[in-house]
């Protein structure tokens, strides 16, 4: 790892350590969790910009893996939440063939995998940077043979809740988010972390370090150039107050469905979805009429 890249993280890695390890006690996570009142300031929202297809042998077109950051507006420290979002929607040679070889319903049309985590954001305007820390993720995966009854058994279903220790590190510039930094830590597993450099032309090209840490030792570490970094990049979204916000996320012939961030979408009092638009839970359908 070059002298800029240790600096780099070092500063990071404290930052992380300083905002969430001073001061640690029972108070201080419930505060970190909760949400304070609704604010009429504009709310930041990153949203990945290439999210991650899946495998057309498999799935249908627009099968994607999503990834949805947001935080407490006006401040430069305060609750984030993040969504990690996989809606799959199977092939149907695939998913006939499945069914007819071992009963009917084993593989319905429509799947989604849904990844909560909440936690704390601190920001530092000046640098640019802005440090997501989670403690807690929320999950369910939930199916449905229509688009529509899949999302009616995402609102019946609840979420499994589990204690996490994630962290990512994120550059704002103009509309864009770019992640530079991402790790996690468990008692068992230690301390994982990855480091990119996104290359600036031919000559400098991108690459990630990883650092493995146990008993805070580094016992491995490797830089490698082979990474999906179209995963880095997010759009930076700043919301209205007053109107509903919402990213397309599939097309099925003249059926479309939308993403409403739940976290964003609760700050204020919205308008109600537009016309010709079906609100189903954190999600709207649009059909469209030829």
Request: some cysteine; hydrophobic content about 30%.
């Amino acid at each position: 790892m070059s002298p800029q890249t240790q600096e780099y993280s070092r500063f990071h890695w404290l930052i992380w350590f300083l905002i969430f390890f001073s001061g640690w006690s029972c108070q201080t996570v419930n505060s970190l969790l909760s949400r304070d009142p609704k604010s009429e300031i504009p709310a930041s929202v990153l949203f990945l910009k290439s999210p991650r297809k899946m495998s057309s042998t498999f799935f249908k077109d627009g099968s994607s893996h999503y990834r949805c950051i947001q935080w407490e507006p006006g401040k430069s420290s305060g609750y984030a939440e993040k969504i990690e979002l996989s809606f799959i929607a199977y092939d149907t040679n695939f998913s006939n063939n499945i069914n007819a070889e071992f009963g009917n319903d084993v593989v319905e049309s429509y799947k989604l995998i849904w990844n909560r985590k909440v936690g704390k954001f601190q920001r530092d305007k000046l640098e640019k940077k802005i440090v997501f820390v989670y403690k807690e993720s929320f999950f369910k995966e939930v199916k449905g043979n229509t688009i529509e009854a899949l999302l009616e058994n995402q609102i019946a279903y609840k979420e499994n809740k589990f204690v996490i220790d994630e962290m990512e590190v994120f550059e704002l510039n103009g509309d864009t988010g770019i992640l530079l930094e991402e790790g996690n830590r468990s008692e068992i597993g230690g301390e994982n972390r990855w480091s990119h450099n996104l290359g600036s032309n031919q000559f400098f090209t991108s690459s990630s370090t990883y650092t493995k840490i146990n008993n805070q030792t580094i016992v491995m570490e490797h830089t490698s150039t082979n990474y999906d970094y179209h995963q880095l990049s997010y759009e930076w979204n700043e919301t209205e107050p007053d109107k509903l916000f919402f990213k397309p996320i599939y097309k099925e012939n003249n059926l479309q469905l939308f993403f409403v961030p739940p976290y964003t979408n609760g700050l204020t009092t919205k308008t109600k979805e537009p016309f010709g638009y079906k609100r189903l839970g954190d999600f709207l359908l649009k059909e469209e009429i030829k």
